[in-house]
């Protein structure tokens, strides 16, 4: 017998950020962040609320200024009179000390602080404004990501680096060099962050970078040498299918190998596509590895010579957007119903079995077949559709078999 493998997660620390736990033995939790200007309060609140109605349990904003600053209260204000208890995080570069200093409310709202220890300061003053954005962090109980990125490594631990390594018989490569500056500035500074008091239940690492084996080598590197949680991400993943692509490829192989405790997609938006489209791609990946589940799932084939007709294409889009719509009243009312399998397939060599492996499945004629739509259901023929009413019939038949199968009272 063939086995699958199990993923076993590297246990690490879980941390508390507002309602959300990660690490440990919790679920990876899904992380988007808002691309409106933080001051402007009505567009913030908005697509904070739609990033998380489409699934992100973390929404990340940049507060780079005063009224960034000033607007986070109000921001979240809006989100509890609207009904939503969302963890906002604070993305700080530069200013984040004299910031959280100078506005105490924005710092007690936010329900975790991203810092880059790359982008504050230089010598005694970058010592000075870490140890000014920890103690805020200790004074109101609140995590961080210490989020270290390839493009803004601290230049003295690298050229540090370089020197030694320029030294050796055999000098390593240059972006091993570069690597390792990105997880030692990770780790020393969450060494650091900790003698000044701050929990290691309360830090969580990031090591961005844009090459997906880059992205591999450093996170092994940092689960080898830590227990903190991890946040994954490509940085600058790209546009569309690149960068789809290349995040896929990368959290997948790490989440595969049980790295990895919250994840973002930092998808470059296409005209005129909602912002809401990084969230869904985590979803379909984590779903994909059966990290979890979020919506049912449908299978169809993609077409060939014997599906000359585009029927069973439209068919699997009209379910889709079916399910789609019914997800808020199915998950209120059907719970695990996110596990169904359903499978829309377009022809007689593949789609019977398929099928049946499906919880609901049809079946239909590929050109020259006969002008029938076998059913199945839990892995037996139930019903034969014909005529010109199918999409319908079998979308009635697919309500039903979740009112039947997923009831709270089941």
């Not at 398929?354 to 590929?366: D, M």
Request: some cysteine; glycine content about 8%.
């Amino acid at each position: 017998m063939v086995a699958l493998k199990q993923i076993e997660r590297h246990k690490t620390i879980p941390v508390q950020v507002g309602n959300v736990t990660m690490g440990g033995d919790n679920p990876v939790i899904i992380q988007s962040m808002t691309n409106t200007d933080t001051a402007d309060i009505e567009r913030s609140f908005e697509q904070v609320r739609d990033l998380y109605i489409a699934g992100s349990e973390i929404v990340r904003l940049t507060v780079n200024n005063e009224a960034a600053a000033a607007a986070i209260p109000k921001i979240n204000e809006k989100l509890l009179e609207a009904g939503f208890n969302i963890p906002m995080a604070g993305c700080f570069h530069y200013n984040g000390h004299e910031l959280l200093s100078k506005y105490p409310e924005c710092a007690k709202t936010l329900a975790k602080y991203r810092i880059n220890p790359g982008n504050l300061g230089f010598g005694k003053n970058r010592d000075s404004n870490f140890e000014t954005l920890i103690n805020i962090a200790i004074k109101y109980d609140k995590p961080i990501r210490i989020g270290v990125n390839w493009g803004s490594l601290d230049q003295k631990m690298i050229v540090k680096l370089m020197n030694e390594n320029a030294k050796l018989d055999n000098p390593k490569p240059s972006d091993y060099i570069m690597r390792e500056a990105l997880v030692m500035s990770a780790l020393t500074s969450a060494e650091k962050a900790v003698e000044l008091g701050l929990g290691k239940d309360k830090i969580i690492l990031s090591a961005k970078v844009s090459r997906v084996q880059d992205l591999y080598a450093v996170y092994e590197e940092l689960s080898n040498r830590s227990n903190y949680a991890l946040h994954l991400g490509l940085t600058e993943a790209g546009m569309g299918s690149k960068g789809i692509v290349a995040s896929t490829a990368a959290l997948s192989y790490l989440l595969q190998s049980g790295i990895g405790d919250t994840i973002r997609v930092s998808l470059t938006p296409q005209i005129g596509e909602p912002r809401t489209k990084e969230v869904e791609i985590c979803q379909q990946i984590l779903q994909s590895l059966n990290l979890r589940q979020f919506t049912p799932e449908v299978a169809a084939c993609p077409g060939c010579g014997r599906t000359t007709s585009s029927y069973f294409q439209e068919l699997a889009s009209d379910i889709e957007k079916h399910i789609k719509i019914q997800m808020n009243n199915w998950k209120e009312n059907h719970p695990g119903v996110e596990s169904m399998k359903v499978a829309v397939m377009g022809c007689i060599v593949n789609g019977p079995g398929e099928s049946k492996h499906a919880n609901i499945g049809i079946s239909l004629p590929g050109t020259g077949e006969k002008p029938v739509a076998p059913v199945f259901t839990n892995g037996k023929k139930t019903h034969t559709l014909r005529g010109d009413n199918i999409a319908n019939e079998f979308k009635e038949l697919l309500d039903n078999y979740v009112i039947d199968n997923y009831s709270k009272t089941n």
